[in-house]
């Protein structure tokens, strides 16, 4: 039995981790402020300190556990909402990211993976962005990111093997249906499914490389079984571009309903595009995505219909 | 009669500036939280808040201010010091940032001006490194100042003009002699007149560029006096490279004293050499350096002789 901290597991992307996890026989423990994250989503069986991670305090409680790996996945986690309180957003994706590596470093926790974003880059790329090309955040919460994936290269020369996973546009089942201010499809999706509308709040050309979920907690996995005390960082993305315009097209289509569109003003610190070349990941270990935008959309939508 | 927000005027570099500005019958409001600089420094005549910059309860107290600009100079300085209290380093150079832009968008503040850092460049260029060239904070230090000039570049959007100084290693009088982690003439120089003997915590091939104190309030006031709302970095650097060895034989060679030299250990987060071409800062603003490294340290010997 291997022991993990995933933290933020009531969290979309957290709760899915966890649940693979804790379903292969793991112990898992969780650190979760519940702010936008769901005491229900935190998969039974995992041991849970509700608090924020930057916290001494919580931190404290974690001490006396001996971890296989830290999985960062906690934060705010939308460009968007970090200019509202731009020292919270600081606060949870990079203080934290702070007092997380001292907990490893203490604990001799030897595994370090963060859930970092494709945010960080300069916009619109000429081709799919890859871990080389230019970085250029744009929102407050990207500033955070590149912080930690920073001090993630500097303590891996404390002996820690350190992972940035720079995610791209991450959907799926679990993804928030109540906040309509945080991930593209999940906004798009509950607006159609409660309202019958929805409003964009940006260009109908813009686009974003969607990568599912499942694939998303695989390529964790992947990184959790690599070897070698050094830092990487890898985008897990799909290499395609869809644009909101065609996006939208294809939830209306799949949830075969008369739907109006407005598009309709714009996003604090919102990319007009990027879409990310995999080819690193694919190459160091073995990870490409499997699940087409296609399928899951089907899959999400199947799943967002039962919750509304 | 002009008012201004000087951050740190404890401390070596925004004592000077402070002084330089109240001697031009300004009004100079500080907040300094006196961790590394001394009540005594404060220039009379400057209205002081003792506390953090990163602290809502401090900024509150300025908010009936009008200030022509804000500049930030306050903050942990030291990329060694930055691994003892990762936490605290980054509240003291980056959430204080994001509070005072807040502070500077409440006030109606137009022009915020940053001390920010050499060590975000990455190390050993092969040539003087500019502006546009590779960024690799190897400190937690310089981490926490590459993200405050990324907060500055998107807040300008929101009406400010923002510039971030990215300063070499400044020297001159007013240096802290105390501290022997910060500052790299002002701990050789210490040691030299406190203890005739010179440890250095590092190689003597690493070199730095040396920028004289006054040079360096003088690109404030050119950076205070640019028009435009916009977001700049300029190198604040002489484009000279003196070596650790070189600058210990100038300084043994002034004191004209019997003082012995010891190589020992490194210094964790490092650069071995870094040194900076200052000509976007002499175009755009005229700003070049005035005194050499001979007469600056000629100057500031003779002042430290005075302290110890």
Redesign the interface.
């Known amino acids: 039995m291997s022991n993990f901290l995933v933290t933020g597991a009531a969290g979309f992307i957290g709760s899915s981790l966890a649940q693979n996890l804790i379903e292969e026989a793991n112990r898992v423990v969780t650190i979760d402020n519940l702010s936008t994250g769901f005491r229900d989503a935190i998969p039974s069986g995992v041991i849970f300190y509700e608090g924020d991670c ?1 916290d001494d305090s919580v931190i404290k409680k974690l001490e006396s556990y001996k971890f296989d790996a830290i999985f960062h996945i906690a934060g705010q986690s939308s460009g968007e909402i970090s200019f509202d309180d ?2 919270y957003d ?2 949870s994706n ?2 934290s990211t ?2 997380l ?2 907990l490893a470093l203490k604990i001799e926790c030897k595994k370090f993976i963060y859930a970092s974003t494709m945010s960080v880059y300069e916009d619109q790329p000429k081709r799919p962005i890859s871990e080389k090309d230019n970085l250029k ?4 919460y990207a ?2 990111k ?2 930690s994936e ?2 993630m290269r ?1 303590f891996q020369k404390y002996g820690l093997q350190t992972t940035s996973l720079r995610l791209f546009n991450v959907y799926g089942e679990g993804q928030n249906l109540i906040n309509l201010r945080q991930g593209m499809v999940s906004i798009y999706l509950a607006q159609a499914l409660k309202n019958k509308h929805i409003l964009v709040k940006g260009g109908s050309e813009r686009y974003r490389d969607f990568v599912y979920i499942e694939d998303v907690v695989d390529a964790f996995m992947c990184v959790y079984n690599r070897s070698g005390y050094n830092n990487k960082i890898y985008n897990v993305s799909t290499g395609k571009k869809t644009t909101v315009d065609s996006l939208i097209k294809k939830i209306i289509n799949i949830l075969n309903e008369d739907i109006s569109v407005e598009y309709h003003g714009s996003t604090p ?1 919102d990319q007009f595009g990027v879409y990310g070349d995999f080819s690193k990941i694919k190459n160091e270990l073995g990870w490409s995505p499997k699940v087409g935008l296609d399928e899951g959309l089907e899959r999400m939508i199947k799943w967002a219909k039962d919750q509304i």
Chains 1, 2 share one sequence.
């Open positions: 930057y731009p020292v600081l606060k990079t203080q702070l007092q590596i001292k955040p744009k929102s407050l500033v955070g590149l912080a920073n001090y500097i610190g």
